[in-house]
């Protein structure tokens, strides 16, 4: 079925507008840039064939997280997930600035690949995100009690593995 120009031209500027930071919370999302990459495809394959259905465009963005979140649960439960690449650090790397960002990264995103995809998408949410509990709630289909403890055991586990400083991202 032919879609009518308008639809594709929004489309369009959809991805544009939103695509960097759908990749950004499927790389997180799923602890790995080449399968947040993978991720994004599919949601916005599967937004694209919704878009005539999805009362407003401007929630295209919302609607997209929400199957990227579905997709990730699915994907976590494969078997296989397909190659992994090596999580260690060359040995070649000096000690400095840049290395210890890398490292601290590196050390959030294997903490945050530990997480149920349920607690990852909510801390993803509010807190890379700053989306509020209401917004969050709304996004994933769950009510705000859910988002408030999903987040506080998300982030007692991070702080357990000491990918999170005590003080660092309060629930608010």
Not at 7 to 18: H, L, P, Y
Not at 131 to 144: F, N
Request: charged share 25%; net charge neutral.
């Amino acid at each position: 079925m032919e879609r009518q120009g308008g639809a594709t031209d929004e489309f369009e500027a959809f991805i544009a507008r939103a695509h960097s930071g759908l990749v950004r919370f499927g790389t997180l999302l799923l602890g790995d840039a080449g399968k947040g990459e993978d991720l994004v495809q599919v949601a916005l394959i599967k937004t694209y064939g919704a878009w005539g259905r999805l009362s407003d465009p401007a929630a295209a963005g919302a609607y997209t997280r929400k199957v990227m979140v579905r997709e990730a649960g699915r994907w976590r439960r494969r078997r296989w997930a397909g190659e992994e690449a090596t999580g260690a650090l060359p040995e070649d790397v000096q000690a400095g600035d840049a290395s210890d960002q890398l490292v601290e990264h590196l050390r959030l995103v294997d903490a945050l690949r530990s997480l149920p995809v349920s607690q990852r998408a909510v801390v993803l949410l509010r807190f890379l995100e700053g989306r509020s509990e209401a917004e969050t709630a709304a996004l994933l289909g769950i009510s705000i009690g859910t988002v408030k403890s999903r987040s506080s055991r998300g982030l007692a586990a991070l702080r357990a593995l000491g990918a999170l400083d005590d003080d660092v991202l309060e629930p608010g």
